[in-house]
Every structure is written in C-alpha cells, then in structure tokens.
C-alpha cells in the first residue's frame, strides 16, 4: 500500500516562506503524477501544483510566482516551497500520487498564516 507522509506545516507570519515535503512510499517514478492540494476551512479542496512524469509542471494560476515544487527521485519525495504566503493560504495542503490504477492521498499538513 502506497504511503505519502506530508511535513513542513506550521504557523507564519503573512510575507513569510515555507517549504512543505511529501515522501512517498517506493519509486515516484511509478507515478504519472504528483501533486499538492490544498483546503481552506470551509472551502472545497483545490489543486495547486502538479508535477507529471513527462511534461512540465503545473501550477494554479493564482499561485503562480509564489510556488515551486520539485521532486528528488533519489529521496522519493517532493516538495512545494511557498513564498510571500498570505492569509488565504491557510489550509490543510495535501499530497496525491497518481498512476495508471492508483490515486493516493496523504494525511495533509496544516498551515496558517497569520499575525
């Protein structure tokens, strides 16, 4: 069974940086995609970066900028560094990893950002 373990979360101030990281149980090479979601309170969860085993990553269009997600094959994870983080960043940010028959999801990371 596929595992994804979601770290960095935390509480900072508006104008600050955090850099969250996912590992993910085997090769990430498996995978067609890798991505982070997010959800705010009281909204639904929305993508904010897809990271695809050919192609370019992708990034939603109202984080782009602020965003980058990479990936270390060697260390079976990937991270989304955040930068200038406003309040409405805060939510719970999620990692997913999809294959050709698998779609698995970690336990979130709460982040705030707050004054």
């Known amino acids: 069974q596929v595992q994804l373990v979601e770290s960095g979360g935390g509480l900072v101030q508006p104008g600050g940086s955090l850099r969250l990281s996912c590992t993910i149980s085997?090769?990430?090479?498996?995978?067609?995609?890798i991505s982070w979601y997010r959800q705010p309170p009281g909204k639904e969860r929305e993508l904010v970066a897809t990271?695809?085993?050919?192609?370019?990553?992708k990034y939603a269009d109202a984080l782009k900028g602020r965003i980058t997600m990479t990936a270390d094959i060697d260390m079976n994870t990937v991270s989304l560094q955040m930068n200038s983080l406003k309040p409405e960043d805060t939510a719970v940010y999620y990692c997913?990893?999809?294959?050709?028959?698998?779609?698995?999801w970690g336990q979130g990371t709460q982040v705030t950002v707050s004054s």
């Open positions: 997913n990893a999809r294959g050709d028959d698998s779609d698995s």
């Open positions: 990271i695809f085993k050919t192609g370019p990553t």
């Open positions: 085997g090769s990430i090479d498996r995978y067609n995609a």
